[in-house]
C-alpha cells in the first residue's frame, strides 16, 4: 500500500469516526461530560473568561438546552475551595492548551454569526464548540493511525500492518475514545505516544545533544496531557545507560532538561490553584502504593477489567514475547513501556477507573502494542487462510462494538445519568431520546 494509499486511507477512518461522534451528538445533544468537562474548563476559561477560575464553567448546568443559551445561564455555587481559594481542577493543561487555537477560531465564528443572527449562542458551551472540538480530537487519532502505519510498516508487510492498525484501532477502548467520548486527553495522547515511539526509534543511536533536547521537549508536553507520562524520562533514560553506558548522561541530562522547560507551566497552574507544585494527583485521598499494586484487578476486575473488555491488549502483549526473537530492542522497549504504565496505573489510588471503558489510561501504549499484533496476524496468516484470520479480526471487533454498546446502555452509562439510576429508568431514558 502506497503513502497516498495510506493517507487516503486514514481521511476515511476520519471520516468514519466523525460521523459515529456527530451521530451520537445528535442523540444525546453534547459531547462534554465526565473528566471532559474539567479539561475543557480550562480552555473556555481561557478564552472566554481570560483567567483559571472554573466557578462558572463547572457550576455550569450541562445539558443541550442550556448549552445553547444566549448568555451563561447562573451555574451552582461551588463552595469547595482550595488553599488560594480557586476552584480545584486537578486535569492536565496539555490537551487544553492544543485546542486553544481551534477553540478561539471557533469562538470567533460564533460572534461573527452572532452579529448577523442575535439569536446565535456565543457563550463557549454551545453546539459549535463542542462539535469543532470533538471533530479537531478525532483528527488527532486519524493522525496517530496513519503514523502508525508508517511506523510498523518498517517491520510487517503493509496489509498486515493495516490489518493490526484496524482491529486496534475498533478492537480496543480507542474507538470509544477516539469516536464517543472524544473530548478528552486521550486523542492528543495517543498521538503524542505514536510520535515518541517514532522519534525515540530514530534518534537511538544519537550522540548529538539537539536530539536529546527534543526528546525531551517532546516528553515535556506528553507530560502536560497526562502526568503519567513522565515515566517516559525514566524508562529512556535506563533504557539509554543500559545499551549505550553511562557516557550519555550528559544527553539525558539535556532531556531532562527539556521536559522540565516544557512542563514548568504546568508546574505554575498547580501554583495558582493550590499553593503548592505537587501533582494534586498526590494530594488529600488520591495517591500511589507501589508495594502493593492491584495488577490481578486491573486487568480482571468486571468494573473495567483490561482483559475482560478488551482483550486485545493481551493478545498484542503476547505477539511482542513472541517477535521478541526477531527485533529484541524494539520489543524491550514496547514492553517496557507497556509494563511501566501497567504497573504505574495499578498503584494509582483510582485503579478502578471509575467510569471508563475498559482501562484508559493505557490508551497510550497502544502505539507500542500494535507490533505485537502484527506479528500474530503474520503468523495467522501464514498458519490459516485469509478468511480465517478476517473472521478472527471481526469476531474481535464485534465483541469489542457490543461490549461499548453494553457499557453505555446498561453496565454504567456516564452519558446518560453517571450511574445514579436504576437499568429501568436508563432503558425508559434511552427510548426517549431515540423517539426525539
Not at 490553584?273 to 486491573?298: D, Q
Amino acid at each position: 500500500m502506497s503513502f497516498h494509499q495510506t493517507k487516503k486511507l486514514s481521511v476515511y477512518i476520519f471520516l468514519l469516526l466523525s460521523s459515529l461522534f456527530l451521530i451520537r451528538y445528535l442523540l444525546i445533544g453534547q459531547a462534554v461530560y465526565g473528566d471532559g468537562i474539567y479539561y475543557y474548563s480550562y480552555t473556555r476559561s481561557l478564552v472566554k473568561d481570560k483567567n483559571l477560575h472554573f466557578a462558572n464553567e463547572l457550576g455550569h448546568h450541562w445539558n443541550p438546552n442550556n448549552n445553547n443559551t444566549l448568555t451563561e445561564t447562573m451555574p451552582d455555587n461551588i463552595t469547595q475551595r482550595t488553599n488560594t481559594n480557586m476552584v480545584a481542577n486537578k486535569y492536565s493543561i496539555g490537551a487544553p492548551l492544543a485546542w486553544l487555537p481551534i477553540f478561539t477560531l471557533t469562538d470567533i465564528v460564533a460572534q461573527t454569526l452572532h452579529q448577523f443572527n442575535p439569536n446565535f449562542p456565543n457563550n463557549g458551551y454551545a453546539d459549535i464548540y463542542q462539535i469543532s472540538l470533538g471533530l479537531f480530537n478525532i483528527g488527532l487519532i486519524a493522525w496517530g493511525i496513519k503514523l502508525l502505519v508508517r511506523f510498523w510498516s518498517q517491520f510487517f508487510p503493509r496489509k498486515t500492518t493495516w490489518l493490526a492498525v484496524i482491529t486496534i484501532l475498533f478492537a480496543t477502548n480507542l474507538i470509544y475514545y477516539g469516536a464517543l467520548d472524544v473530548i478528552n486527553s486521550h486523542p492528543l495522547s495517543f498521538l503524542l505516544s505514536m510520535l515518541l515511539l517514532n522519534y525515540w526509534w530514530q534518534q537511538r543511536q544519537a550522540k548529538n545533544w539537539q536530539s536529546w533536547w527534543w526528546l525531551g521537549i517532546l516528553i515535556g508536553f506528553m507530560a502536560m496531557t497526562r502526568t503519567q507520562h513522565l515515566v517516559f524520562l525514566v524508562l529512556i533514560s535506563l533504557e539509554t545507560i543500559i545499551r549505550l553506558g553511562s557516557k550519555q548522561l550528559k544527553n539525558i541530562l539535556i532531556m531532562l532538561i527539556g521536559a522540565v522547560v516544557i512542563f514548568t507551566p504546568q508546574l505554575l497552574v498547580w501554583h495558582h490553584l493550590y499553593g503548592t507544585i505537587i501533582s494534586p494527583y498526590l494530594l488529600a485521598n488520591e495517591g500511589f502504593n507501589f508495594l502493593k499494586p492491584h495488577l490481578l484487578g486491573i486487568l480482571l476486575n468486571p468494573q473495567a477489567g483490561l482483559l475482560l473488555w478488551t482483550p486485545v491488549y493481551g493478545l498484542a502483549v503476547f505477539g511482542l514475547l513472541k517477535y521478541h526473537q526477531k527485533n529484541p530492542i524494539l520489543v524491550k522497549i514496547c514492553l517496557l513501556v507497556f509494563v511501566s504504565q501497567l504497573y504505574l496505573t495499578s498503584s494509582w489510588s483510582g485503579w478502578t477507573q471509575g467510569e471508563a471503558f475498559s482501562v484508559r489510561m493505557l490508551i497510550n501504549t497502544l502505539p507500542f502494542l500494535t507490533g505485537g499484533l502484527a506479528f500474530l496476524l503474520e503468523k495467522w496468516q501464514s498458519k490459516f487462510n485469509q478468511k480465517l484470520t478476517l473472521g478472527l479480526i471481526c469476531l474481535l471487533i464485534s465483541y469489542n462494538l457490543l461490549s461499548i454498546g453494553y457499557f453505555q446502555l446498561v453496565w454504567q452509562n456516564p452519558t446518560f445519568d453517571r450511574g445514579k439510576i436504576t437499568q429501568e429508568q436508563r432503558w425508559h431514558k434511552l427510548k426517549q431520546i431515540l423517539n426525539k
